[in-house]
């Protein structure tokens, strides 16, 4: 038989002499990752490579630290590495709707664009200056007046030979035109040119359309004239606007020489200047045409002469590296944003805006994968980011809409940088397995543990983490007993005596709920007891329904008996896990056995509340039995068994050792101790295997004991693989220490059995039989005479279907001799 366990084993006391403090305020800060050793190896790992597709998926529970770390880590690494380039946009004069992407130093970006910004300014006032110039008006009136001479020379000469000829010209609303003249000078009327002979007529005709193709002539002159003149001036102008254009630019290319795409851009901006000069002159107010109608003044726009400017590094120290906590596809990529303007939607290249990937872009991105995931398009844009190493700002919605714009079509800016993703292990395993693509993209693997080694060493980094905590909160101190009892809470968390839980989000919140309970009861340092009020009422403020099911239970609604003995029933140990809280409920396990051939029938099973787990636990304890009983002969029996009161679907295989000892116990006719509780797993060989939750099942069976009356005579059966889990409660630790409750470990299925019914299981013999008063032997025959019951039965039904043959034989005979 088992020996109890004393109650040194039921809790990982942590002493607090191991620590040296006063209070952790004597403590440093400490900003190191504790726990996380191969989780720090493979960042470091995948940080430092460069070569593609060594992206980075974080993965481990919620609560570990993964982001806290990846930020301490990054800023520490990133500090050390070359600051990237600056990026902008600038118009493209040849293809408006494809912006130029130009790579600057940083810093040097927005230099660039103050310089062309105070260009243009410049521009503006001394184009303007240089139009409105004495000199300039000179040449200009000097060209006019030349032209108008020769224009005026031209139509001179054709009047004076068409006067000669009695002709004169004409102007009409249609143009110029040669009409005939009287000797007074007044042009021949209809009336008078028909009174007139028809060798006259022929004669002014020949004559009129003689000069006529001369005026025409004249005409297309001066129109050739007024274009050369047109051409003239617009060399003047664009010389004029030179000696103010170039040097400007001159300068600006000398700045930027380094920069070829610039030294293009350059060139290219100042022909558009030169090709647009009307934009700079002095703009002159038109009058409306109805004098209640003031039309806006157009005013000419000069953005096609800016640098917009999408990343700027002027301040970045190191690589930089962002943290997107709201992955859209436009805040990864950029967007091209528009103005309303008389219900149109306008955008140029100064509309451009850029996304995370671009601030990112030559560092680190760092972004939680579920809610990449959540947002349409930004997955597998990112992956083709990556894949292609460049960005494309794009209108992601234009191919599904019924009606395609015309939208800019940025160039593509060039990517390196390294992407982070920050999930659970289920999305991390659920990538993997389903994507393709992400297996190349994503080949580091940074795994969070949620526990680590309770050593001295990660004790004290837990103090130091408990004075950091505390300084940067203001948060009342700890003295040694508080961290000694954070320590504690850490391992039942971790549900481990040699273990210490990573998820120190859980540890941070009940440092903040001890140091309030503590401030509140007027301290100012927080001992254990302000730690244990702590943890008592972050449990009361959960555990409603656990109080309930208990009162239930107490009421007789829910009959779960604590006392006596009883044939075929046991109590069986579950937990329920509200998500925030999760305790042990205890519940009633029942089987019956009976004359058949049907085996063990799962009621669970054969009702759809089974799960696979528990199925397979029903299937081991078939053939645990089979393997035992029936070796020699086989056996015929129906048991049936099931969790009664039970509502929901049952898993877990935690009971296989109470559903053993209820089969046995019915089929033996032993009753079963009621006041001690059975969790516990097993294999074929009977073998007791460890099962979780194993503090909150022994928790659980003890509060109902205690409400109903500590004896002396509860307890709990577990398996012994689970002794290392246990940090129970202090009130459970007490009572076994004062002898009110026990606990005891088992290796095998028939120590237990043994505990809950006083009796010895018995070791089979040479001849395969039992020893008289063991429980074996109580098994071996009952199920004897069932087979017995059975054999007379079967033996009863041959019989019966003899004599059914012999009377068809009789009656068959008699009808051949009638």
């Not at 050390?80 to 130009?102: G, Q, R």
């Not at 998500?579 to 205890?586: H, L």
């Amino acid at each position: 038989m088992p020996e109890k366990l004393r109650h040194e084993e039921l809790y990982g006391f942590c002493d607090p002499s191991v620590f040296a403090f006063t209070t952790t305020s004597d403590l440093p800060d400490f900003k190191e990752t504790i726990g996380q050793e191969r989780a720090l190896h493979s960042l470091d790992f995948g940080l430092s490579l460069e070569s593609s597709g060594f992206n980075i998926f974080i993965l481990g529970e919620h609560g570990t630290g993964k982001m806290t770390t990846v930020r301490s880590f990054l800023s520490q690494k990133a500090m050390n590495e070359t600051v990237p380039e600056d990026w902008c946009y600038v118009s493209n004069f040849k293809d408006p709707d494809a912006p130029l992407a130009i790579s600057l130093q940083p810093g040097q970006a927005v230099i660039f664009q103050k310089d062309m910004d105070e260009v243009i300014k410049i521009l503006k006032i001394e184009i303007a200056k240089v139009f409105e110039s004495k000199e300039y008006e000179k040449q200009r009136n000097k060209i006019a007046e030349e032209a108008q001479r020769k224009q005026k020379a031209l139509f001179t000469s054709l009047e004076e030979e068409a006067q000669e000829k009695g002709f004169s010209v004409r102007k009409t609303v249609s143009g110029l035109i040669i009409v005939p003249v009287k000797k007074t000078g007044e042009p021949l009327t209809e009336e008078e040119y028909e009174l007139l002979e028809e060798k006259t007529r022929k004669r002014l005709d020949e004559i009129g359309k003689h000069l006529q193709e001369k005026l025409n002539d004249v005409v297309r002159m001066v129109r050739e004239n007024e274009k050369l003149v047109k051409d003239v001036i617009g060399k003047l102008e664009k010389e004029a606007a030179l000696s103010a254009v170039g040097h400007l630019i001159d300068e600006l290319k000398s700045k930027y020489k380094e920069y070829e795409k610039i030294i293009v851009y350059l060139d290219e901006a100042k022909e558009d200047i030169l090709e647009h000069l009307d934009d700079f002159k002095v703009q002159e107010e038109q009058s409306p045409q109805l004098p209640f109608m003031k039309l806006q003044k157009a005013e000419p726009t000069f953005t096609r002469y800016t640098v917009n400017v999408l990343v700027n590094n002027k301040d970045c120290k190191g690589a930089p590296c962002v943290f997107e906590s709201n992955p859209t596809y436009y805040n990864l990529f950029g967007r091209i944003e528009h103005k309303i303007h008389y219900g149109l939607a306008l955008t140029d290249f100064s509309m451009i805006k850029s996304g995370s990937l671009h601030k990112a872009n030559g560092g680190y991105l760092v972004i939680n994968a579920l809610d990449l995931l959540r947002n349409i398009f930004a997955y597998d844009a990112l992956k083709r980011a990556i894949r292609h190493r460049e960005m494309k700002i794009e209108d992601v919605w234009e191919q599904y809409r019924a009606i395609s714009t015309t939208t800019l079509r940025p160039e593509a800016i060039p990517l390196n940088i390294k992407v982070i993703l920050v999930g659970n292990p289920y999305l991390y395993y659920l990538l993997y397995n389903l994507d393709e693509e992400y297996r190349e993209l994503f080949k580091v693997k940074a795994d969070f543990d949620s526990r680590m080694m309770r050593n001295e060493e990660n004790i004290h980094k837990y103090a130091f983490f408990i004075a950091t905590l505390c300084r940067e909160e203001n948060l009342l101190p700890f003295d040694r007993s508080g961290a000694s009892k954070v320590v504690e809470f850490s391992s039942r968390l971790a549900e481990h005596q040699k273990k210490l839980s990573a998820r120190f989000s859980d540890i941070a919140d009940i440092l903040r709920e001890a140091s309030y309970w503590a401030s509140k009861a007027g301290g100012t340092i927080v001992n254990g007891e302000h730690v244990q009020r702590a943890i008592d009422e972050k449990i009361f403020r959960t555990n409603r329904i656990e109080e309930r099911l208990r009162e239930m239970i107490l009421e007789g609604t829910i009959i779960v008996e604590t006392h006596g003995e009883k044939v075929g029933q046991i109590n069986g140990l579950a937990v329920l896990d509200l998500g925030d809280y999760s305790f042990g409920k205890p519940s009633r396990i029942t089987a019956r056995t009976y004359a058949g051939k049907a085996g063990v029938v799962n009621i669970e099973r054969e009702t759809k509340m089974s799960g696979k787990i528990h199925e397979k636990a029903i299937l081991i304890i078939s053939h645990y039995l089979g393997s035992r009983y029936a070796a020699r002969k086989p056996i015929s029996l129906t048991a049936s068994i099931t969790f009664e009161q039970l509502y929901d679907t049952v898993e877990g295989d935690s009971a296989s050792c109470a559903e053993l000892y209820a089969l046995l116990s019915s089929i033996a006719q032993v009753p079963l101790k009621q006041n001690i509780a059975v969790t516990g797993s097993m294999d074929q060989n009977g073998d007791v295997q460890p099962v979780g939750g194993i503090n909150e099942k022994i928790e659980g069976f003890f509060d109902l004991c205690r409400v109903t009356g500590l004896d002396g005579s509860h307890g709990v059966i577990i398996p012994a693989r689970n002794v290392k889990n246990l940090m129970l409660k202090k009130d459970v630790v007490d009572a076994v220490r004062d002898g009110k409750f026990f606990i005891y470990p088992i290796q095998k299925a028939d120590e237990g059995l043994e505990l809950l019914t006083g009796m010895k299981v018995g070791e089979p013999a040479d001849d395969g039989t039992y020893p008289e008063g063991t429980i074996n032997y109580l098994v071996v025959k009952r199920l004897a005479e069932i087979s017995e019951s059975m054999e007379k039965k079967k033996e009863k039904e041959e019989e019966k279907e003899e004599e059914k043959k012999e009377i068809e034989k009789d009656n068959e005979k008699s009808g051949m001799a009638d």
